[in-house]
C-alpha cells in the first residue's frame, strides 16, 4: 500500500512463513501483534525471492490481510466519492487495490539482509495507536515505519503507514488516486492498479 511498499527493502527472520499463517488464529492479535506478523511473512517472501512470484503472492496475501483494514484504507483514500462509486465498481477496485498492495510487497521485499524492528514505545492518536518499527539495512542508517492501528471488533489492524514517523502514506495516494478518478472515474482508478499490478508480477497476478 504503501511508499514502504514501495521501497526495495529486505527483512531477515527466522520464522517459517508456512508456520506462521497456520498460527494466525491464535495470535492474541494486539496492536503489535499484526506488524510481528507482517514482518516475518515479509521474511519469508525475502528468503524465497527466488521461488514463483505466485507462490509468494499467495503465501503472503492471507497476512496482508491480517494486518491491514484495506477497504478502510481505500475508502479514506477515495474520500467523498466513495460513495458515489457503484457497488460492483467498488468492488473491483478494492480487489485491484489489495493484488496491488500485495505485489507491490512481494516485488520490493526479495533480497537483501536488514530487519525489522519493533520498538518499545506506542503513541496514541484519538483512538488509535501508532506502532513504531524500524527496518535495519545490513549497512547504513535505519528507516523509521510507524503503523496506525485501529481497532475493529477484537482485532487491531493497519489503517495508515506514516514514513520516517510522519509521511502519511494514505495522504501521499489520495493525491495519486483523485486525480485518475477525476480523469475517468472508477474504472481509470482500476484500470491503473491493474497496470501497475501486471508490471509488478510480470503478468503472474489478475486481479
Known sequence: MMSVVGRRSSVAGRAAFGLVVALLPAVAWGQSAPIE???AG???TEKNGSTPFQQRYDALAPVVDKAFNLQQILKTI???KWSSIP???QGKLLAAFRAFTVSSYVSNFSGGDATFR???ETRTVGSDKIVETEIVPKDGDPTRIDYVMRQSGADWQVVDV??????SQTAVQRSDFRSLLQDGGAPKLIESLTQKVDTLSG???KP
Not at 506514516?162 to 509521511?167: H, N
Open 78 to 80: 477515495v474520500g467523498l
Open 162 to 167: 506514516l514514513e520516517q514517523g510522519t509521511i
Open 42 to 44: 515479509l521474511a519469508a
Open 118 to 120: 519493533i520498538l518499545p
Open 87 to 89: 457497488a460492483d465498481q
Open 37 to 39: 506478523a507482517l514482518n
Open 203 to 205: 503478468g503472474a497476478i
